[in-house]
């Protein structure tokens, strides 16, 4: 977990950062294309926020549907998740990785080069398993 003071000082110097970079490549490439980068990655952000909300409702619901089929009652975060061994290959990935997606949509969709880029690498499923991963673990008792 990132300490107060860490994030404090993150919250201060990342917009500076997305300046400067955004800055710099405005002057080796100019400013039309920066302004086409910003405005198409903003198009693209909200086009993954809104794939991924759906994409989500659509995990949670084919999860909690499982459990209650295997008889585990409601979906509860206190509750374990199902093994591996129980879930089909029918779902495409658990609900916490899907679930990322939207934060790296709005990372797409925020303008910067550096936020852009965040936002890429969460889109990644290795990278979204192993957050998922270490969410589950914190979660469970």
């Given at each position: 977990?990132?300490?107060?003071?860490?994030?404090?000082?993150?919250?201060?110097?990342v917009?500076?950062?997305?300046?400067?970079?955004?800055?710099?490549?405005?002057?080796?490439?100019?400013?039309?294309?920066?302004?086409?980068?910003?405005i198409?990655?903003?198009?693209?952000?909200?086009?993954?926020?809104?794939?991924?909300?759906?994409?989500?409702?659509?995990?949670?619901?084919?999860?909690?549907?499982?459990?209650?089929?295997?008889?585990?009652?409601?979906?509860?975060?206190?509750?374990?998740?199902?093994?591996?061994?129980?879930?089909?290959?029918?779902?495409?990935?658990?609900?916490?990785?899907?679930?990322?997606?939207?934060?790296?949509?709005?990372?797409?969709?925020?303008?910067?080069?550096?936020?852009?880029?965040?936002?890429?690498?969460?889109?990644?499923?290795?990278?979204?398993?192993?957050?998922?991963?270490?969410?589950?673990?914190?979660?469970?008792?």
């Amino acid at each position: 977990m990132i300490p107060l003071r860490l994030g404090c000082l993150l919250a201060f110097v990342v917009p500076f950062l997305e300046l400067v970079v955004l800055l710099v490549a405005a002057s080796t490439f100019g400013w039309w294309p920066v302004l086409l980068w910003i405005i198409g990655s903003f198009i693209i952000g909200w086009i993954v926020v809104r794939v991924a909300a759906a994409r989500t409702g659509r995990s949670w619901a084919q999860a909690v549907r499982l459990m209650q089929q295997q008889g585990q009652g409601d979906l509860a975060l206190t509750e374990s998740a199902p093994s591996e061994a129980t879930v089909p290959a029918a779902l495409p990935a658990p609900p916490a990785q899907t679930l990322l997606l939207v934060p790296a949509g709005i990372l797409i969709a925020i303008p910067g080069f550096l936020s852009d880029l965040a936002g890429i690498v969460l889109l990644l499923p290795p990278v979204r398993r192993r957050i998922a991963t270490r969410w589950a673990a914190r979660l469970r008792p």
